[in-house]
T-cell receptor
Framework: GAGVSQSPSNKVTEKGKDVELRCDPI?????LYWYRQSLGQGLEFLIY????????KSGLPSDRFSAERTGGSVSTLTIQRTQQEDSAVYLC????????????FGEGSRLTVL | KNEVEQSPQNLTAQEGEFITINCSYS?????LHWLQQHPGGGIVSLFM???GKKKHGRLIATINIQEKHSSLHITASHPRDSAVYIC????????????FGKGTLLTVNP
């Protein structure tokens, strides 16, 4: 696609439910990143992928968070047993590779946990 | 203490003014990103630089790796420049695990 696409753009869920957020990066970009932006807070790194591999998952806030990437393309961020503190905008970005610089961001998925 | 500090946190200017936003970092980085986020909008990458200066239109970014400092300048500011400007440092020569500043909210009044 022409840009990074994220879905859903908005998700309202009840506490305790599982949610899946999807990111479709720019075609040919091998590096993909997930970030979180909570209300009034700065951007927080969650996880990155080089191809289908996620070498470092230490940025994930808890074991309720997981992410995968298949075919070197689409990535899914899954949050299990959502809590109110998970409410945030989840942003995905991609770049040509880990070294080559420019980041291209999606519009984000706004998650609200009631 | 955040490893990447921006100043000012908020900046209000009149149209046409020259704007400077500063970014200092305590971590060792190999490159620094400047990002722009419009209210309710997505994030756009403005610059990635590891040395010297880059210019794009009315925007200029400079970095001094030794002093661990970067600046973003906007010449002839315009109300459409109103946005949050974020700097982020990457270590290890890759985009892996960017450390973000908290952002500078710029408002340019007509």
């Amino acid at each position: 696609g022409a840009g990074v696409s994220q879905s859903p753009s908005n998700k309202v869920t009840e506490k305790g439910k599982d949610v899946e957020l999807r990111c479709d990066p720019i075609s040919g970009h091998t590096a993909l990143y997930w970030y979180r932006q909570s209300l009034g807070q700065g951007l927080e790194f969650l996880i990155y992928f080089q191809g289908n591999s996620a070498p470092d998952k230490s940025g994930l806030p808890s074991d309720r968070f997981s992410a995968e990437r298949t075919g070197g393309s689409v990535s899914t961020l899954t949050i299990q047993r959502t809590q109110q503190e998970d409410s945030a905008v989840y942003l995905c970005a991609s770049s040509r590779n880990l070294v080559a610089g420019e980041l291209f961001f999606g519009e984000g998925s706004r998650l609200t946990v009631l | 203490k955040n490893e990447v500090e921006q100043s000012p946190q908020n900046l209000t200017a009149q149209e046409g003014e020259f704007i400077t936003i500063n970014c200092s970092y305590s971590v060792g980085i190999s490159a620094l990103h400047w990002l722009q986020q419009h209210p309710g909008g997505g994030i756009v990458s403005l610059f990635m630089l590891s040395s010297g200066k880059k210019k794009h239109g009315r925007l200029i970014a400079t970095i001094n790796i030794q002093e661990k400092h970067s600046s973003l300048h906007i010449t002839a500011s315009h109300p459409r420049d109103s946005a949050v400007y974020i700097c982020a440092g990457n270590s290890g020569g890759s985009n892996y695990k960017l450390t973000f500043g908290k952002g500078t909210l710029l408002t340019v009044n007509p």
